[in-house]
C-alpha cells in the first residue's frame, strides 16, 4: 500500500535523502522547504517521480503557509515527517555565538517548528488510517547525554522531545502515532565529514522505521535503528 509523507528541510541533508529514498519506493512525498527555486535537486527528484512527488514553499515556523499548505493538499497524510532543524553554537558558556538571535532562531526552528508543522497538518492526518508524527531530534537533547557545550542546540531538542511527548498524550485519542527519532551522526552540512553514518544509513533505518511505527510506540524517542532511547 502506498504511504503518503510530508516531509519539512526537504532540500539537503537528511531530508533529501529521505525524499529521493520515499519517492525510489514509489511512495507519495509533499516536499516542503524554504527555497524551492534553488532547490536543484529535490527539483529533479520531483521531475522524475511521475507525479508522486509536489514541492511546497515554507519556513518551518511560518504558522500561516504551513496552514495554507495543509488547505492545498487534496486528502489525507499518513506520516508528517518534522525534519528542518538548525544548528547554534557548539561551544560552552564563553561562546559569543549564543547571543539572543541565533537563542531565538534555534528554539523557533528546532522546538516550537515541529509543534507548527504537527498543528498545521494536524487535519491532513485525520484522514489516514495509521497517521504518524515523526519529529527529527538529536540524542544531544537526552537528560543523559552528557555534553558540555551547544546549549541551546540541546535545549532546542529536549523541548522538541517534549512537545513529542505532549502531543503524544493529546492526539493519542485521534489515534495519531507522535514519536522522536535520533538520525544518527550524520554526514551532513550540519553533522559535518567526520561523522558516523552516510546520509543513506540514515535515511533508510528511519524510513525503515516510520513504516513500523505503531501506536504502541506513541510518546517514545527511538534511534534510526529501533533502539529505544532515553527521553
Ligand atoms: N546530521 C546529524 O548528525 C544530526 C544529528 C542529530 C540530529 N540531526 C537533526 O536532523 C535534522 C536534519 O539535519 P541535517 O543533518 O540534514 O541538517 P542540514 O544538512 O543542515 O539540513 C537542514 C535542513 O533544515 C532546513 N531548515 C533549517 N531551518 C529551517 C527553517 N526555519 N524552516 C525550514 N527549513 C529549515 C534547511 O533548509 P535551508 O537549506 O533552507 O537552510 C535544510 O533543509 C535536523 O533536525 C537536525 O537537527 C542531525
Redesign the pocket.
Known sequence: MTTTYLI??????????MSRQILQSGDRLYA????PET?SELNNLVHGSNGHGQIFK?????EVSLANIADKIVGGIDVVV??????SARGGLNDAANNAASVA?VL???TA?PFFTARAFYKNLKLSSAPRICI?????GSQQHQGASAYF?RAS?AGANNIMVTLANELKADGITVTSF???????????SG??IT?EE?ASGLIQQFQALKISKTGTFLNYDGKSLPL
Open positions: 519539512t528541510g526537504a532540500n539537503r541533508g537528511i531530508g533529501l535523502e516542503v522547504c524554504r527555497n532547490a515554507s519556513d518551518a515556523c511560518d518534522c525534519n528542518a532543524g538548525v544548528m532562531t523557533m526552528t528546532n517548528g527529527i531530534s538529536s540524542y544531544m542546540y531538542k535520533h538520525p544518527g551522526w550524520v554526514k551532513t552540512e550540519m553533522g559535518g561523522a558516523d546520509v540514515s
